[in-house]
Nanobody, 126 residues
Framework: QVQLVESGGGSVQTGGSLRLSCAAS????????MGWFRQAPGKERERVAS????????YYTDSVKGRFTISQDSAKNTVYLQMNSLKPEDSAMYYCAARPRWRYGGVCKEAEFGYWGQGTQVTVSS
């Protein structure tokens, strides 16, 4: 069973920073796509950022470019999302996600993510 263990959510004021962490097993983490999605009440889930852990290529949705950074620590099988200059519209439940191992390749397609963490709440107040 795939487990993605998230941590790091919380409440901050506009302009603040948070760092989310997602720990996975080596099997799930190694040379795979991992990412962060978010869903706010009444809105569709969207991919915020993703990374191919085998090569480091990254994706960011337009609204977070220049503010968020996704990174990896292969010694810890962990992916991070550093969120700076947070805005109220960033408030949402954030989910770590991973691609199933039977899929492969260095391009992380949104529809291919199939494993999900429990979610961590991020709230940004104005």
């Amino acid at each position: 069973q795939v487990q993605l263990v998230e941590s790091g959510g919380g409440s901050v004021q506009t302009g603040g920073s948070l760092r989310l962490s997602c720990a996975a097993s080596e099997y799930t983490y190694r040379s795979n796509c991992m990412g962060w999605f978010r869903q706010a009440p009444g809105k569709e889930r969207e991919r915020v950022a993703s990374i191919y852990t085998g090569g480091g290529s990254t994706y960011y949705t337009d609204s977070v470019k220049g503010r968020f950074t996704i990174s990896q620590d292969s010694a810890k099988n962990t992916v991070y999302l550093q969120m700076n200059s947070l805005k109220p519209e960033d408030s949402a439940m954030y989910y770590c996600a991973a691609r199933p191992r039977w899929r492969y390749g260095g391009v992380c397609k949104e529809a291919e993510f199939g494993y999900w963490g429990q979610g961590t709440q991020v709230t940004v107040s104005s």
